[in-house]
Every structure is written in structure tokens, then in C-alpha cells.
């Protein structure tokens, strides 16, 4: 385990737990906006189809965050469903732990953890998923084999994640160039959505189907994700040296004035993969 270990690795997901409160808060705000984007709810919902858990099976969500999955689970699996959620984040935990209770959910766990060493035995899951994991925390192999670890033969592993390029309007291509290069700056594995095929047969999976998706939007606030991704969070990007102060304020301006005469337009893709693990 130690020899395994010593290859993993992480971006700045692994260091949520160390950093002050106001960012943590601006990232749960983040993925919680994020989960709601109409393509990742649809890419979501259609995977945890092709995972068919039926009421009462177990399914694992791994690197679970703030548990923003839980109501589609249940909406898909039916609410006898056990769900179990592993991250390493304790304030992510907190935000899944309280959705589970004000859903009045009582066959949820979220455990604090690593998705590369699950606390789970082998073959305990009749199926596991992980969404936007293999771009923050790798290797993928690592991942993966705990995925199909804990899924019992037949059962099927599925991810979803999402290419971090955004083709955008904008008058100053120059700032667009450089936005788009920070996530290749930032992110463990940047193209982990492309790859997800080939991740899974490599993991020895079979039946391997991929899904993709195209989220677009020509308006900067609907859905919130985009101005939460796109303007919010760019006091992050700054607090980390990958944009100057005066950089983001032109980017935020630039958007801001195409959105308001009807000109802003921003997409980018979202792939899937399930895979059956062999009996």
C-alpha cells in the first residue's frame, strides 16, 4: 500500500481541509451551482441509469463532495436505495451529511476517506460512480481499481467529468486564452474526460459505453453555474497567482458587457463511461 501510495496524486482538491474558511465556502457554492447545470443533472441522471442499482442495492459515490448526487439517486434507484459517500473533505461531508437529513434520507453514509483506498470489503457495492474525481485525483488506475474493487462481479462502475476548456465570446482573446490555460495549470489531469474509454478497459472493465454532452448557455446567469464558474470564482484563481488582480477585473467587465447586450455565449463538453466489471 505504501509503494501505491507514493503515486498518488492530487490538485488543489487535496488541500481543501487546510485552507481558510471563505474559499471553502466559495467552492461549495461552486459545486453545488455546478451540479444543478442542466447537462450535468441530464449526464448524471442517464449514468446512474446505466449503473442499474435497483431499490435496496447498494451503490458507492465516490469523492461524493457535498453529496449533490443524493436526490438524483434516489429519484433514479428509489429512495430504499443505500447510498455511500466517501471524500476527504470535512466540510463537504458536512453540507452531504445535512442534505441526507433534510431529505430524511436514513440509508445514506458519507464517511471521510480516500477513493483510491475505500473503507469498504470487496464486492459490497452493486455499483459505483464517481463525478468530476479523475480530473482532481489520480492516477486513474488507482481510482478505478478501487471502484471495481468494491462493486460486486456483474455490477457495473460508471464516472462522469467534464473537458475544462470553455469556448467563449469575448473581446480580449488574450484573457480568454489565459483563463482557459489555468485549468491546464491547476488540474491533476486535465484530459481525464476524453480518456475515460480508455481508463475503463484499462481497469479491465467490459461493456464500456461512453456518453457526451454539449453545455452551452447565452446568458451569463442562467443557469447560475455559469457567472458562479465563469465571475464568482475568480478571486480563487487570483488568491492562487494564476490570474492578476487587474486580469480578472477585465475578464468579469468583458462578460458583464457582452451578457448585457445579448452577445455572451459559453460552452463546454461533459462525457460519461460505465463499464461492467466481469463475474
Not at 23 to 41: C, D, K, N, R, Y
Not at 136 to 156: D, F, N, S
Not at 197 to 223: M, N, S, W
Amino acid at each position: 500500500m505504501a509503494s501505491a501510495q507514493a503515486e498518488w496524486k492530487a490538485d488543489f482538491f487535496g488541500t481543501v481541509n487546510q485552507m481558510p474558511p471563505e474559499p471553502v465556502g466559495l467552492l461549495i457554492h461552486v459545486l453545488e451551482v455546478m451540479a444543478s447545470e442542466p447537462t450535468f443533472h441530464r449526464a448524471r441522471r442517464e449514468l446512474l441509469q446505466d449503473l442499474g442499482v435497483s431499490a435496496g442495492g447498494r451503490i458507492l459515490d465516490g469523492g461524493c463532495g457535498t453529496g449533490v448526487a443524493l436526490p438524483d439517486i434516489l429519484e433514479v434507484c428509489g429512495r430504499s436505495v443505500q447510498v455511500y459517500g466517501v471524500d476527504p473533505t470535512d466540510a463537504f461531508l458536512d453540507v452531504a451529511r445535512k442534505r441526507a437529513r433534510d431529505l430524511g434520507v436514513v440509508g445514506a453514509e458519507y464517511r471521510n476517506g480516500d477513493v483510491r483506498a475505500l473503507p469498504y470489503p470487496d464486492h459490497h457495492m452493486d455499483g459505483a460512480f464517481c463525478e468530476k474525481v479523475l480530473l482532481h485525483v489520480g492516477p486513474p488506475e488507482a481510482v478505478l481499481r478501487e471502484l471495481v474493487r468494491v462493486t460486486r462481479p456483474g455490477g457495473r462502475v460508471g464516472a462522469i467529468d467534464w473537458q475544462p476548456h470553455f469556448v467563449l465570446s469575448c473581446t480580449r482573446p488574450d484573457l480568454e486564452a489565459k483563463f482557459n490555460g489555468l485549468f491546464r495549470q491547476a488540474l491533476y489531469d486535465y484530459r481525464a474526460a476524453p480518456n475515460l474509454a480508455r481508463y475503463f478497459a484499462q481497469a479491465g472493465l467490459q461493456q464500456v459505453r461512453t456518453r457526451t454532452y454539449l453545455a452551452h448557455t447565452d446568458r451569463l446567469g442562467d443557469p447560475p453555474f455559469w457567472r458562479a464558474f465563469l465571475v464568482e470564482q475568480l478571486p480563487l484563481f487570483v488568491g492562487a497567482g494564476l490570474l492578476q488582480p487587474e486580469e480578472a477585473e477585465a475578464l468579469a467587465a468583458d462578460f458583464h458587457a457582452l451578457d448585457a447586450r445579448g452577445w455572451f455565449r459559453a460552452s463546454f463538453v461533459v462525457y460519461t463511461a460505465v463499464g461492467t466489471k466481469p463475474a
